[in-house]
């Protein structure tokens, strides 16, 4: 039709027209009377735009010039990172930390240069593993603070994520503890040299650690600005001593020295030697447990994603490559010096030179792969540059990991999961987001376990937590593609469900294979925070697979469900209850929740008559639905808008329910007052509402109750204790009891004035 629209059937909001960039209109603005439409469109057509009529239309103007306002006011600068800086520097930071210079060559001495490949290798399937679904979330929507916690709580439900949002949250704190005692570990190590140490060798750990720690405190609290500075010198230091470390090792022994310390160059004897396993108190996976925490540092740059300007493109990219790098690095370093440094070697003038490792005894060498971790330093060119670059792989490390976890533990906060931690979630700072509380309780967990003073004790505890973090990424993106929910559209494409499936149950196996019982006593806290979380049911709806999941299954088994034939034994009364609103007839819907017993389906359906808003009717339908959740009854509650009684009732047995899952059962109250209404049209739409449940199929019931009370001011205190099967049970006896009636109205709720 050529037909020219009216006016008055376009929708036109003059705050939208001022400010394109503002939300779409919501559902109260769309049901605004046609009045106000005309009167809108006078006002356009009068030329300009000018202020409407309505209360509605001047609060949406209102509200445009007050944030237009707020818009003068200039904004704190907040610090935004890109993938290089934001996410590859930190990753590679983290992986090559603490146990490239500190454990490498232990991994190669007791696994041998094949086995200690394999472990790296195994390292790099769970991390690639885990990368690609995590880039498969974090590409779907927004990402914002909260960085595992945030992927995962938005993918399985605040159940699974608040429970590891806490777990995550510790594992990075005591990442700090680990990676501050490997710089501890050097520092003594360097003060033994040169016999200056002042406490036992223990003691010099836990002091140094406690100081180290103090001072990486105070870097954090000056602000990401400088943390990034410092990241990006420390980097520098990092490739440095790597560089200094290869060269070392071509050069080959400078002295006599060095070579009674096992360092003895490219030896093909040596290569072959080392290529076997030669474990002396450790096994293959006891050994993967210790180097693992090198693989932990590929969430270092999701930790800061509310930091990031495009964390949907930063977090791929730069994991992915920071990946790739740090294993072609692990691999060609464990190479290295599995080839040039022999396993045991005395280390004394005067002695010879051990090549074959069961010539010396266990314990009788001092120097060698197995006997000392500062292999590294010994190959290098310049031994001081090799410390530094210890230096700058520990204390960056533990930066890292001192500012993700506060992030992780604030976001947690934020969605207030646990009762007396939202505390934590304030933020302070000139952005004003900054957790500096939270920087104070992992500085207090990190010195806990500073105190053990141990690496290799700290190193299996960070291990479970993190493949626990890692299965649950991994079954997250599974999960989210098995339910098949049209909001799972990531951007990024190089993932596959069953591929994510895959390193969520090898995430688990490693984690039991390394030590069962520490993973058991992890999933027993994991489970302990989730069903606290389940059993709390917060109030936040983030739209989890979880929910897409059980909306497929529903949807699956009603289907299976009408094409199987009905059978006597598997009868369930099905009840639609005209009970109005439930909690103005709670023994009309007590009753019907005595029958069903939470095994089969209830209804319970409200009639109003005239016009009703929007607005009304969702309130009165939130309002029902806390009635029922508070009482314990599973019931569905619905809603129909007619003039007429009887055709609202027959709207309701008609469209209620799905397939086989339909009511059977009309339950409404008996009219008491039918004496005082006989030919009216309200006896006779009550009468005709009986006879359309039979003509539609339905039983009729209709609940008869004493006149004895029972009203809803009596409910309120005298019925508090009668929330069970027993106390409906004693007033339906009652009801036996005596000739005497309740009152009931009809099964319709009028709309009152005010």
């Not at 041998?112 to 991390?127: E, P, Y």
């Amino acid at each position: 039709s050529s037909e020219r629209p009216r006016m008055w059937s376009i929708r036109w909001f003059p705050q939208y027209a001022c400010a394109p960039s503002k939300a779409r209109p919501t559902l109260a603005e769309l049901h605004n009377d046609h009045d106000d439409e005309m009167d809108a469109t006078t006002h356009l057509l009068g030329g300009g735009v000018q202020d409407l009529s309505g209360p509605a239309r001047v609060n949406s103007v209102t509200s445009f010039d007050t944030e237009a306002g707020a818009a003068a006011v200039v904004p704190p600068v907040v610090v935004k990172f890109g993938w290089v800086k934001g996410v590859l520097v930190r990753c590679l930071l983290n992986i090559w930390g603490v146990m490239l210079f500190l454990r490498l060559s232990w991994v190669v001495g007791q696994a041998g240069i094949g086995q200690a490949i394999l472990v790296i290798l195994l390292a790099t399937v769970v991390t690639v593993i885990t990368t690609l679904s995590m880039s498969a979330i974090c590409t779907n929507g927004e990402v914002r603070g909260g960085g595992a916690y945030y992927l995962i709580s938005r993918s399985l439900g605040p159940e699974f994520g608040g429970s590891i949002g806490i777990v995550f949250s510790m594992a990075n704190a005591v990442a700090v503890a680990l990676y501050v005692v490997g710089f501890a570990e050097t520092v003594r190590d360097i003060l033994k040299d040169n016999d200056s140490l002042f406490l036992s060798e223990t003691w010099v750990v836990r002091v140094v650690g406690l100081i180290t720690v103090c001072l990486l405190l105070a870097i954090a609290l000056i602000g990401m600005t400088w943390e990034a500075r410092a990241q990006s010198i420390l980097l520098c230091l990092l490739l440095i001593a790597i560089v200094n470390f290869i060269v070392g090792s071509i050069i080959g022994p400078k002295n006599d020295t060095e070579r009674l310390q096992g360092f003895v160059g490219y030896n093909g004897s040596v290569h072959n030697t080392n290529f076997g396993s030669d474990y002396r108190g450790e096994t293959f996976f006891s050994v993967f447990a210790i180097f693992f925490p090198a693989a932990t540092g590929i969430l270092a740059g999701a930790n800061i994603s509310g930091d990031l300007k495009e964390p949907q493109k930063a977090i791929p990219k730069g994991t992915l490559t920071a990946i790739v790098l740090s294993s072609i690095l692990y691999i060609a370093m464990a190479w290295m010096v599995g080839a040039s440094v022999v396993r045991d070697a005395p280390g004394a003038i005067n002695s010879t030179l051990i090549l074959v490792n069961e010539t010396c005894p266990v314990g009788g060498c001092e120097f060698g792969l197995l006997n000392t971790f500062q292999n590294m330093e010994i190959v290098s060119g310049y031994k001081w540059l090799i410390t530094a670059g210890i230096f700058s792989a520990t204390l960056s490390s533990a930066l890292a990991s001192l500012v993700g976890a506060p992030k992780v533990f604030q976001a947690v906060c934020k969605d207030r999961l646990f009762p007396y931690i939202h505390v934590f979630a304030k933020g302070s700072g000139a952005s004003g987001t900054e957790p500096h509380r939270g920087y104070f309780l992992t500085f207090a967990i990190a010195i806990g376990f500073i105190m053990i003073g141990d690496l290799n004790a700290i190193a299996p505890i960070i291990s479970n937590f993190f493949l626990l973090s890692y299965a649950l990424i991994n079954f997250s993106c599974f999960n989210a593609s098995f339910a098949n929910s049209p909001g799972w559209r990531p951007a990024f494409k190089y993932y596959n469900m069953f591929l994510a499936l895959l390193g969520s149950l090898l995430c688990l196996g490693i984690m039991f294979v390394i030590n069962w019982w520490q993973a058991l006593i992890t999933l027993a806290l994991v489970a302990f925070l989730f069903k606290y979380i389940d059993y709390k049911k917060p109030k936040v709806n983030w739209g989890s697979s979880g929910q897409a999941l059980t909306y497929s299954n529903a949807l699956r088994f009603c289907a299976k469900l009408d094409t199987t034939d009905d059978h006597v034994k598997n009868y369930r009364p099905q009840i639609l209850v005209l009970s109005g609103l439930p909690g103005d007839r709670p023994d009309l819907t007590w009753f019907a929740h005595c029958i069903t017993k939470d095994v089969s389906m209830m209804i319970c359906g409200n009639v109003l008559q005239g016009a009703e808003s929007f607005q009304s009717r969702q309130v009165q339908r939130e309002r029902n639905n806390r009635w029922l959740s508070a009482n314990k009854i599973k019931a569905f509650h619905r809603v129909v808008v007619y003039n007429d009684f009887r055709e609202g009732a027959v709207s309701l047995m008609q469209s209620s329910g799905l397939g086989k899952m339909r009511p059977n059962i009309l339950l409404l109250g008996y009219k008491s007052d039918w004496l005082g209404c006989l030919g009216t049209p309200e006896l006779q739409n009550y009468a005709n509402v009986l006879h359309d449940a039979f003509d539609l199929s339905y039983a009729v019931a209709i609940l008869r109750l004493p006149s004895s009370g029972f009203y809803r001011e009596q409910r309120e205190g005298d019925l508090s204790g009668m929330d069970d099967a027993d106390g409906v049970g004693k007033r339906l006896a009652m009801a036996t009891e005596t000739s005497s009636i309740e009152n009931i109205p009809s099964a319709v709720s009028f709309k009152r004035e005010g």
